[in-house]
């Protein structure tokens, strides 16, 4: 999908407004509404549809153009008795078009299994809060979901098996303490992959993830956080990975007519292998966010905002050391770029600062667009999405200039919405001297999908 194919789908939307709203419902439509179940029972969905297309890939050893179309559909039901509960999700995630050599992940294909499926339990009152346990397996997101998320953008989902317990009370005050197995979704071959081919999701002690999360506010208008997670791997056929992230994050969310931002810092120790063969290192690395932004108090509620992220790297291959920050289970589709076949960025080496403006030219009708600079914190590690990379550091630390348009448009509120976009990345002097980048090119993408809710 090229850009001036962006722009048309851009002209079509507001045309037929006024026909929509006069025909639309006055609440939104729920698949409990159809039903009319039991009091204790509520269900719900998803399905999504959306085509992406991408020119001047950057991944090594694939195809320069891609053209896929990917599905994603969800169904829900919640269960409440009041002291106890229980949830069960069931989600089909496929990936359609793609060629032999196209690029195939389990970030895009995951044939119907099961999501979440999981007890809980309300522990009763506890000094000023509630606390409640959950047992099974379910989705997450945690703070500023940098380093635990439920996938929204991505096709699919991560997930976890394992306990968790959370206390929180009424002045915005929690604590989050959990241990789980995350999920492998299976299976991993890209032939399996590119067919849609079913393979019972599993889990395993030799993957492990736990740590406790606390909030509070320390002032009407502003959170702190704080948190320590924990990552363990031993399976045979991964990288070791045995690291502990401690971190904070201050945070004043957007409000109109006042200033916003954040400011996140988390650093790693343990032990850690950079692949599966090879040396077990220290492992030393840190993160750090910072952003500001300011919402103008008008209706069209035009917001700007400058941020920074760096994540270090490998700064020296053959100093017994792995600098490399590991992200977890984060996602950077929230504020760093669109993921599916683009995802190019990621929070491990990189150093990049980002302008972004957004609008609302209508009450249904969302419009960003974001420039950012792109760079290496290592020069001499991976450029960590595309693994390419140059050992002596002589190619550079300048990935390029990175242009992103998102448009959203509202359907039918509440039920249905369009949404189109892309990116387009200028190649800087890293990809035009590193000789497994694609011989330098920019790189293109575009999006256009469909969600339903339900």
Known sequence: MTLPVLAGALLTFGLSESQVLAQEPSKPWRLDQAIE?????????????????INGQQRTNKSFSDDQ??????????????????????MDSRAYGGGTDAFASTAFTNATDIIQAFGSIKLGQLG????????????????????????GFRNTVNTFTGVDYAWKNDDGEQVRAFWTMPV?????????????????????????????????????????EAFVYGKHNDANDAAKIDIYTPGFRFHKPSTPGQ???????????????????????????????????YTFDQPFEPSIRLAWDYATGDKDPNDGEN????????????????????????????????????????????VMVAYRHLRLAAARDQWIPTRVQDDTGAAGQDIGQQLELRVRYDVLPGNMFIETGGAYLFAGDFLDNTSNSGDGQDTRYGYLEMIWTF
């Open 37 to 53: 179940g039991p009091t204790w029972l509520k269900l719900s969905g998803k399905q999504r549809t959306r085509f992406e297309s």
């Open 184 to 224: 492998r979704r299976r299976p991993f071959d890209g032939e399996s992959l590119r067919d849609n081919d079913f393979a019972w999701d599993d889990q395993s002690p030799d993957r492990q993830f736990y740590g406790i999360f606390t909030s509070r506010k320390v002032t009407e208008k502003t959170n702190f």
């Open 128 to 151: 000023s809060g509630e606390q409640r346990l959950l047992l099974g397996r379910y989705t997450m997101s945690l703070g500023s979901r940098r380093f635990a998320i439920r996938n």
């Open 259 to 293: 200033f916003f931002g954040q400011f996140e810092l988390a650093g790693q120790v343990g032990k850690s292998q950079l692949s599966a063969s090879g040396m077990t290192l220290d492992h030393e690395a840190a993160f750090a966010h910072a952003s500001v932004g």
């Open 323 to 366: 600098n490399r920050f590991d992200r977890l289970y984060g996602a950077p589709r929230f504020e760093y770029c669109p993921t599916g076949l683009y995802g190019l960025v990621q929070r491990s080496n990189i150093n990049t600062p980002e302008l972004r403006f957004s609008i609302k030219p209508t009450a249904r009708t969302w």
């Open 69 to 90: 179309w990917f599905a994603r559909t969800s169904l829900r039901a919640d269960a409440d008795f009041g002291t106890l509960g229980g949830t069960l999700e069931l």
